[in-house]
């Protein structure tokens, strides 16, 4: 030990990389565990590979504030350290005539956070678009895409080069603060830290304290993608118009950094914390999720759109008429199965999901209790963000 505070960072996504990143630039001697052999294994590298603009958040959130902020240098960093990514633009479009006043709405909120938005007729819409269907559109000329592997890869890259300890393939079990230091347990040993920083996604909450885990849980929901076998009907990004009320942004069709056009995806709960497929199902996953008040408080609320969901999850036909409201020319040939992802989403005891990013610190431990989308867009925001948060121990 060279006398530097040492913090260990739960967690090889691009949050929990940034982090360490971030901490590393500070003068700390940073440790990252991550239980998957590689790094961006879960939400990092499992998403629709958007640069989110900002667009949906409420005003003053850390989303809206960290998301605005990195759609303008996300695609500069990238350039500099040979990543993928590239700002495209996208359209959410409004469908139907009742959809015009939401629209709207969000056009407001868009321009609250200090976003590059404005309204165009469905004429303008179809010459960016010429597939598309729609009475009305945004633009968001800040959006883009990004290799989010590609970004986990540099990130861990650069921690390499400036002396971090990264050890893939290693649990962590426990926590156990004492004095001034934290006992981290893993699968293979016990690292003794003066701060630890919780980023583990999918089980960020089974390393919080017994209070906070009464009164938060990670629901997992899994999000089906396919991929458009004609990838000519789509130029940049389609977005419908969102429903306030939900955590999700509904079914878009989305041109990648690669070309490929990645459709998706819904939203359904998924029977394991890594459940990727219906038959991805953990008893013990699946008891803690059920036995959870909070999850049966949301599903009263959005039973109906709950069961949709699931509908379009298991008949093909129902996706491909949500799909075509948008882009009425993709035809059921054109849609090919893709891997899924799984979204981390903290909710409240009360059924209520958080619409912010939820970071909660303490003396020796810091936990990132909520981080979904927009976070892979947001990563080197929250990083810093958390950083901060360690120096002053709040």
Not at 234 to 243: A, T
Not at 334 to 343: M, T
């Amino acid at each position: 030990m060279n006398g530097r505070e040492r913090v260990v960072v739960v967690g090889g996504g691009l949050v929990g990389l940034a982090t360490g990143l971030a901490l590393q630039e500070q003068g700390r001697d940073v440790v990252v565990v991550e239980k998957e052999d590689g790094w961006a294994g879960h939400q990092s590298g499992h998403n629709s590979g958007v640069i989110h603009s900002g667009l949906y958040y409420r005003p003053g959130s850390l989303k809206a504030r960290f998301a605005t902020e990195a759609a303008r240098t996300l695609p500069r960093l990238c350039a500099q350290w040979g990543v993928a990514a590239r700002r495209t633009g996208k359209m959410v479009v409004a469908t139907q005539p009742e959809e015009l006043p939401r629209l709207r709405a969000l056009l407001e909120r868009g321009r609250a956070n200090g976003i590059p938005v404005r309204e165009i007729a469905a004429a303008e819409a179809r010459e960016r678009e010429p597939h598309v269907r729609c009475v009305g559109a945004l633009v968001v000329d800040s959006a883009g895409v990004c290799d989010f592997v590609g970004l986990a890869q540099a990130l861990a890259g650069r921690l390499a080069a400036g002396g971090a300890e990264l050890r893939p393939g290693e649990r962590v079990d426990r926590l156990q603060v004492g004095g001034r230091r934290v006992r981290v347990t893993t699968s293979r040993d016990v690292i003794v830290a003066d701060h630890v920083v919780n980023c583990s996604g999918l089980h960020s909450d089974r390393l919080l304290g017994p209070e906070d885990r009464h009164a938060v849980r990670i629901i997992p929901f899994r999000g089906e993608y396919w991929t458009l076998r004609c990838p000519e009907l789509v130029r940049g990004l389609i977005y419908p118009v969102p429903d306030p009320q939900l955590p999700f942004l509904g079914v878009h069709l989305t041109r990648g950094w690669d070309g490929r056009v990645h459709v998706g995806p819904n939203a359904v709960l998924a029977l394991a914390q890594e459940g990727y497929r219906w038959r991805d199902v953990r008893a013990d996953d699946v008891a803690r999720t059920v036995g959870y008040p909070g999850l049966w408080r949301l599903a009263r609320r959005h039973l109906r759109y709950g069961a949709q969901e699931v509908w379009r999850s298991v008949v093909p036909g129902a996706f491909l008429r949500t799909v075509r409201t948008l882009v009425p020319d993709v035809l059921a040939a054109d849609l090919e199965r893709s891997p899924a992802g799984v979204r981390a989403q903290a909710v409240l005891r009360d059924g209520t999901p958080s619409d912010d990013f939820v970071i909660r610190g303490g003396p020796h431990v810091t936990h990132v209790v909520n981080a979904p989308s927009p976070a892979a867009t947001a990563c080197l925001q929250i990083g810093r963000h958390v950083a901060e948060k360690v120096v002053s121990g709040s």
